[in-house]
């Protein structure tokens, strides 16, 4: 099965300060039809899980331009380039190519210096 | 607004089943893939299951090959997942999900952009 590994674990920034986390599968994500099949998400503390980046780079509906993504292949980031308050939670990286389908990365932690 | 609604969950012995729902509203229903994530007690998320919008093919977890089974009725809005032999492992938040893509017909490549707020399930003697 395919494997999606997440660094780092946690960090802390500090308000207005950018933030970059990798995630890195253990098979290329990039389809036949072209397109590369990773995406990312936010869970805040006690709320469920929201979708801010889809196909590697695009943006969801609503999501602050200070979230991007970018990567190819087997090799993904999400950036955030100017952290703020509400940027807190738990944010995973997901595959959705290979069998079992849909896989997650373990998490990366936010936290607010 | 859109808007999904999770139900079912509750604690239940070993080996027992249990029926979650999940009822939409805000969206056509029945134009949409469907998907259940799960979440372990302080673990990440999981990827359980998910059924085409028309229902004509669900794909399933390893975990829960053979045990969970993912439907839908589109005339109600609402999208179940039987889940039979529960085991311990199996205690979770479960949440419905939203494939992003209208009508799509494959099992790969879609994201999951509307979330219920989950329903927990325990499993315990």
């Known amino acids: 099965d395919i494997v999606m590994t997440q660094t780092p674990l946690s960090l802390s920034v500090t308000p207005g300060q950018p933030a970059s986390i990798s995630c890195k599968s253990s098979q290329s994500l990039l389809h036949s039809d072209g397109k590369t099949y990773l995406y990312w998400y936010l869970q805040k503390p006690g709320q469920s899980p929201q979708l801010l980046i889809y196909?590697?780079?695009s943006r969801f509906s609503g999501v602050p331009d200070r979230f991007s993504g970018s990567g190819s292949g087997t090799d993904f980031t999400l950036k955030i380039s100017r952290v703020e308050a509400e940027d807190v939670g738990v944010y995973y990286c997901?595959?959705?190519?290979?069998?079992?389908?849909?896989?997650f990365g373990q998490g990366t932690k936010l936290e607010i210096k | 607004q859109v808007q999904l609604v999770e139900s079912g969950g509750g604690v239940v012995q070993p080996g027992r089943s249990l029926r979650l729902s999940c009822a939409a509203s805000g969206f056509t229903f029945s134009s949409y893939g469907m998907h259940w994530v799960r979440q372990a007690p302080g673990k990440g998320l999981e990827w359980v299951a998910v059924?085409?919008?028309?229902?004509?093919?669900?794909y399933y977890a390893d975990s829960v090959k053979g045990r969970f089974t993912i439907s839908r009725d589109n005339s109600k809005n609402t999208l179940y997942l039987q889940m039979n032999s529960l085991r311990a492992e199996d205690t979770a938040v479960y949440y419905c999900?939203?494939?992003?893509?209208?009508?799509?017909?494959?099992?790969?490549?879609?994201?999951?952009?509307?979330w219920g707020q989950g329903t927990m399930v325990t499993v315990s003697s």
């Open positions: 059924i085409w919008y028309d229902g004509s093919n669900k």
């Open positions: 196909e590697v780079s």
């Open positions: 999900a939203r494939g992003r893509t209208p009508k799509v017909s494959r099992s790969y490549g879609d994201a999951f952009d509307i």
């Open positions: 997901m595959q959705g190519i290979h069998l079992p389908r849909y896989t």
